[in-house]
């Protein structure tokens, strides 16, 4: 009796509290593990192949920790991204609220996974074997109701509050805080069409997604970080898969590569606009220090004007297809104030041109960066001749 008793508090192990804590961090990781690399990297983006081996692994483990779908979470995905911020995306804290999306997460993905058309339109090429159509699909619950069991089975009672954690793990981290604060709040080093963010530069307790910002511009790469102190943990794990033969990247990130003393030519072209993210970015980050150079020098000799170029400090650097006809006019109506800023934004304007006039020829788009460069150069403006000269070793 005593031993059925025990067994009842402390299950099979018998292990001390710290010991089952760890044993619940590193069950969930494994999850996140699962989510990032697998439903999200490999299913979602392809941009990575995985191994039967590992694909098969974090399926099952899926199955068993959260219940999720293949189908289901890469349709929903598929279609957060297509109608990003708008009132058909599944899951935007702009449409929806921060509050729905954080706390609510797990049920709006359960009432757009009744919806068969988005399956029907986003879900091409996820798995549909005999385990996906007899065992993971239909009998969802018998996967989390075996995970219950092995749970008191191995920690007695204490077994099921580590099974609770479990299965709020995805709900809260992937559902609530990943689709709700990196929608709300962080940091952003690419402009985007969309309100993500950058919830951390170190990578570690999601696997990586922290990096959101850097996903939506980059959404097909493998690799989430794009900066030297940025840090992606999932990636990590890819690597040391693709070292074992089980895993093979598709896509990253593009990365440019600078040539000095060479002529602006295609492979200019090419690459400024592969790389179109970053070369915005970094105008970016010129124009906001112009920005402020030059409201500290108005504010010596006209406080009014500074005000108005401080009061439009922020839309500045924002591209124009991502603000409102009302925000752009209220920059256009205020930048007058300095002739300076007014070139910077308006050369930005147009070096944007590169990928948004699709229906030019090459030539022509080639016609327009050596044009762009040329009055660059010739504007009298530091921050522009130096930015021209760097376009110039794009290759």
Known sequence: MNAFLNFLSNGILDWSFGQMVVYTLIVTHITIASVTIYLHRHSAHRALDLHPIPAHFFRFWLWLTSGQHTKEWTSIHRKHHAKCETEEDPHSPVTKGLSTVLWQGADLYRIEAKNKETLQKYGAGTPDD????????????YGIILMLLIDFVLFGFAGITIWAIQMAWIPFFAAGVINGIGHWWGYRNFDSPDTSTNISPWGMLIGGEELHNNHHTYATSAKFSTKWYEFDLGWCY???????????????????????????????????????????????????????AEIEALRITNESAAQRLSAIRKSLLRDTDHISGD???????????????????????ELALLWRRSSLTRDELLAHLHDWCERAEQSGIETLQCFSLQLRTYR
């Open 130 to 141: 005999w385990m996906e159509r007899h065992v993971y699909t239909p009998l969802t619950f």
């Open 238 to 292: 890819i690597r040391v898969l693709s070292a074992l033969g089980l895993a093979k990247v598709k896509k990253t990130i593009p990365k440019a590569v600078f040539v000095s003393n060479v002529p602006v030519d295609e492979h200019t072209l090419e690459s400024i606009i592969k790389n179109r993210y970053e070369v915005m970015a970094s105008y970016a980050q010129s124009l906001s220090q112009s920005v402020k």
């Open 327 to 349: 925000v752009v006019a209220r920059v256009e109506q205020n930048i007058v104030v300095s002739p300076t800023v007014q070139k910077l934004y308006e050369m930005r304007n």
